[in-house]
């Protein structure tokens, strides 16, 4: 393929650049670092975030989030050791935080790896002690299940384990942590779970981890409840440019702009069916663009009929018909110069419009998290332009 085979095309490719994406994601490096700003500011004098970048850092790419963050945050999460391992090797394994329990058989490595596991049980406490060996103690987080039902000792059953665990001389609890279920929606619970988890918390350390952190909050926890953020703050969402809390929003940058082409344009007639099952017939003329995205690529098929829309030379264009694996088609009637390799934005800016992840997971019926990270692995990942 040739420059002049492109030119003659009419496709808007930056030919000297070589540059044929058919469908990507733009992160904004700047908005990041203003996101974790204001998390930080949110925080008490010594206190700390920790950039939460499982699932390739919510879908984003997670060697580019990292790397843009180097120079604000030494903290960062990961679902498993897995992802610990992916994290670029400047990262202080020490500051790496393993969320997710851990397979019995995965537990030794993680030792060996110098990242910090979560643990609720007896059974891991001791499982890491015996792989501690001549390496030293195994740094840990002793995690409290206070409502979030997913992991952690009883609140009832935790002052029993600590001293237990306090014996173990393979091991070094890190921080004392906890998990807030609904921190976004449920006021009134969210702040009498702090208030008991930092009584509980202040006990544990008293008595047994002198030296162990505090850490609870998510991204809703620190934007509507800073004084109990504790020690550490684990910021997932709102690092990424999205507020669980909608009266926070403004206060925060989108980082992630999702846009694919346009591959083809055709008139279509009155009475023209579109797509699989024929579920939307033209009711009238209409110039249909055809774009280089699917549910293969995370756009996700449960929008079709749901009014998703697009934005092509920064007008809201309708989706048309069922979502298909690699390819959706959207109303361009009376939008000037759309043609074959015309970009269309369908997260993020262009010209005066915007649609932002939240108004894409209300189509879904989903959240933005699994918007986020439901991008699919041919969906290119790139650095902003200026």
Known sequence: MNASFLENTGAEYAVGDRDFGRCWVEIDPGALVKNARV?????????????????????????????????????????????????????????????SPALPAER???????????????????????????????????????????????????????????????????????????????????????????????????????QARVQVENSAGLLAFPGHAGDLARVGLMLYGESPRPEFQGELEPVLAWKTRVTL?????????????????????????????????????????????????????PVLGRITMDQIMVDVTGVSGVRAGSVAVLIGRQEQGEIRVGEMAGWASSIPWEIYTGLGARVERRIKSE
């Open 265 to 317: 344009v055709r008139d279509f007639g009155a009475g023209r069916g579109i797509s699989y099952g024929r579920t939307y017939v033209t009711p009238r003329p209409m110039q249909v663009a055809t774009l280089a995205v699917g549910y293969a690529d995370g756009y996700r098929r449960q929008m079709s009929g749901r009014g998703a829309e697009v934005l092509v030379g920064g007008k809201r264009c």
């Open 108 to 210: 030794p490595a993680i030792a060996a790896s110098g990242c910090v596991p979560m643990i609720s049980s007896w059974e891991e406490a001791s499982a890491y002690a015996r792989a501690a060996g001549s390496t030293g103690a195994v740094p840990v987080h002793f995690c409290l299940d206070t409502g979030m039902g997913r992991m952690g000792v009883w609140e009832e059953d935790a002052v029993a384990l600590a001293g237990a665990i306090h014996s173990l001389d393979g091991l070094r609890v890190q921080s004392i942590a906890s998990h807030l279920p609904c921190a976004d929606e449920d006021d009134e619970y969210t702040v009498a779970q702090l208030e008991r988890f930092h009584v509980l918390a202040r006990e544990l350390v008293g008595r047994f981890f002198p």
């Open 39 to 99: 998390a930080s500011g949110r925080l008490g004098a010594g206190a700390e975030c920790m950039a939460v970048v499982k699932a390739n850092a919510y879908g984003h790419g997670v060697g580019l989030v990292v790397e843009a963050l180097r120079a604000e945050v030494r903290h960062f999460a990961v679902a498993n050791l897995k992802e610990a391992m992916e994290l670029p090797e400047w990262v202080d394994r020490r500051c790496i935080t393993i969320l």
